[in-house]
T-cell receptor, first 114, second 112 residues
Framework: EAQVTQNPRYLITVTGKKLTVTCSQN?????MSWYRQDPGLGLRQIYY???????DKGDVPEGYKVSRKEKRNFPLILESPSPNQTSLYFC?????????????FGPGTRLTVL | QKEVEQNSGPLSVPEGAIASLNCTYS??????FFWYRQYSGKSPELIMF????GDKEDGRFTAQLNKASQYVSLLIRDSQPSDSATYLC????????????FGTGTRLQVTL
């Protein structure tokens, strides 16, 4: 089954404690990205990756890091989380070409930073 | 000014009616336009996308694009209670390979 998985699905942590949210896909898509979703602000892109070892900032990259060492994985790293990073996070992949242009979203990770 | 604007709703329509969801965007060079549906507590899923001016139909869904007016809409015919969700408009800007900018979404309620 084609899917995007994220772990953990729920996380409560404290300010300053480094954390990583993993994202993995089995669809062999080159493009992957991370979004955060906040009430009234919608989905905002944090970082994206066009391929292995190719990453770039989205609209709200401050406080986040990413890496793309292999095609299937795209972890999101919060080196020193702060309460304003409390949000719902989605990882997504993109399939484009031959009449299709679709982003597939993972199930989401709800993060609370105290 | 927000780059992609949607009325937050809720938009309430009776079962069987046509639901009309609207979206405006600010970047005149935008190339591709997408409608995603998001059920409460779930992740967004693509309904359809449109590139060219005019209408694009897929089952009960029709996307309409008017680039001159910077306006894209989604019509849902014969609305069903299962259509109750938040509908997100997304725009791929000019000069970007894949970056999407999302609106904040319109919540649709289909009543019995």
């Amino acid at each position: 089954e084609a899917q995007v998985t994220q772990n953990p699905r729920y996380l409560i942590t404290v300010t300053g404690k480094k954390l990583t949210v993993t994202c993995s896909q089995n669809m062999n898509h080159e493009y992957m990205s991370w979004y955060r979703q906040d009430p009234g602000l919608g989905l905002r892109q944090i970082y994206y990756s066009m391929n292995v070892e190719v990453t770039d900032k989205g609209d709200v990259p401050e406080g986040y890091k990413v890496s793309r060492k292999e095609k299937r994985n795209f972890p999101l790293i919060l080196e020193s989380p702060s309460p304003n990073q409390t949000s719902l996070y989605f990882c997504a992949t993109r399939e484009a070409g031959r009449g299709t242009d679709t982003q597939y979203f993972g199930p989401g990770t709800r993060l609370t930073v105290l | 000014q927000k780059e992609v604007e949607q009325n937050s709703g809720p938009l309430s329509v009776p079962e069987g009616a046509i639901a009309s969801l609207n979206c405006t965007y600010s970047d005149r060079g935008s190339q591709s336009f997408f409608w995603y549906r998001q059920y409460s507590g779930k992740s967004p899923e693509l309904i359809m996308f449109i590139y060219s001016n005019g209408d694009k139909e897929d089952g009960r869904f029709t996307a309409q694009l008017n680039k001159a007016s910077q306006y894209v809409s989604l019509l849902i015919r014969d609305s069903q209670p299962s259509d109750s969700a938040t509908y997100l408009c997304a725009v791929k800007a000019s000069g970007t390979a894949s970056k999407l900018t999302f609106g904040t979404g319109t919540r649709l309620q289909v009543t019995l």
